[in-house]
């Protein structure tokens, strides 16, 4: 975000000018409305489509008062910026109204009249009555969770009746949110999106065989997804049940295979873990994730040892020291 001495260095031009400064810096923007209420200067544009009606928008905005170098609101100090869904977590007219004219990584600012912004009331004692805003946005990226929505508020009955290419645009779009979250470290949010996706497919009741073979291929990523979430989390068993169910869909599937290894080793049950970071390895020979765990492979007890807690280990060093001294013997 750059709008930090904007409003100031625009001031400080204003010699022999009686414009005000927004007065000025609305004078190289265009009227997104045609009333005035909203204008818009783009200082980086976007790619793709623009923001849909609904949408749910990832985004560092900065809200700033005429006269004031510092912002009123913003979230340009945090790592990840929220997800914030259009209509209920943006609530000012103009912000949303702008918003659904902005793509993907563009960066625009926009200054609002007072009936696009807090009105002739403000919201004191941050907004004076009357007040013009300024608003810095940047959209990182953006789901159409809309549909998502609608989706949701149908009847079990009504679902069911919606096509398959439908409910897989749902589960998609979800998924997405889950992998938005899990990149975020947020793997309970993530857990949740995973499992709504997995449970909105179970619930499809189809006796049509190429749609069955869809569903299970939607489900396979949500599996891999569920148990690689759980082993963030620290469930082992949770991990390995869902990467046991991938499997079922996929016997040979690498990931599935590792998953499992990774859950088994996490389990202590090394000749399991073993056993499928093998497969694993057999399918992808030159994965270095899969030859880091299995580096060990042809020496059972640096087998062991690579998979024993921390606690274990000084423990275990010393006792196969003295196993080593007496096999020498």
Do not use: W
């Not at 399918?283 to 059972?300: A, G, H, M, V, Y």
């Amino acid at each position: 975000m750059s709008g930090n001495g904007l409003v100031s260095s625009i001031g400080r031009r204003l010699t022999t000018s009686t414009l005000s400064p927004f007065e000025q810096l609305g004078r190289r923007m265009y009227d997104i409305l045609g009333d005035g209420g909203i204008l818009k200067e783009v200082v980086q544009p976007g790619e793709g489509p623009p923001v849909p009606q609904n949408a749910s928008v990832i985004m560092y905005y900065s809200g700033y008062l005429e006269y004031s170098n510092q912002p009123f609101e913003s979230t340009a100090h945090l790592k990840y910026p929220p997800m914030m869904k259009l209509g209920r977590d943006v609530t000012l007219a103009g912000l949303e109204l702008g918003l659904l004219t902005m793509k993907k990584g563009e960066f625009s600012r926009f200054l609002l009249q007072p009936q696009y912004a807090y009105g002739e009331m403000g919201c004191p004692p941050f907004i004076p009555a009357a007040a013009a805003i300024l608003y810095e946005v940047h959209v990182l990226d953006y789901l159409d969770s809309g549909q998502v929505d609608e989706f949701i508020s149908m009847s079990s009955e009504e679902q069911s009746s919606v096509p398959l290419s439908t409910l897989v645009k749902v589960i998609n779009t979800l998924r997405s949110f889950g992998n938005r979250f899990f990149n975020q470290s947020r793997y309970d949010h993530a857990k949740d999106r995973y499992k709504q996706a997995m449970t909105l497919l179970r619930n499809r009741d189809s006796r049509n065989e190429p749609d069955k073979e869809k569903i299970q291929v939607a489900l396979l990523p949500l599996y891999l997804n569920l148990s690689l979430t759980e082993l963030r989390l620290e469930n082992p068993k949770k991990a390995l049940k869902y990467g046991k169910k991938a499997l079922e869909i996929d016997s040979a599937n690498t990931k599935a295979l590792f998953r499992c290894g990774q859950a088994y080793h996490e389990l202590q049950e090394f000749e399991s873990a073993q056993d499928c970071l093998i497969m694993a390895q057999s399918k992808k020979p030159f994965d270095s994730d899969i030859n880091n765990l299995l580096r060990c492979e042809d020496s059972t007890a640096c087998f062991l040892f690579m998979f024993l807690s921390s606690s274990c280990k000084s423990r275990f060093c010393s006792c196969y020291k003295v196993l080593c001294s007496l096999i020498s013997l």
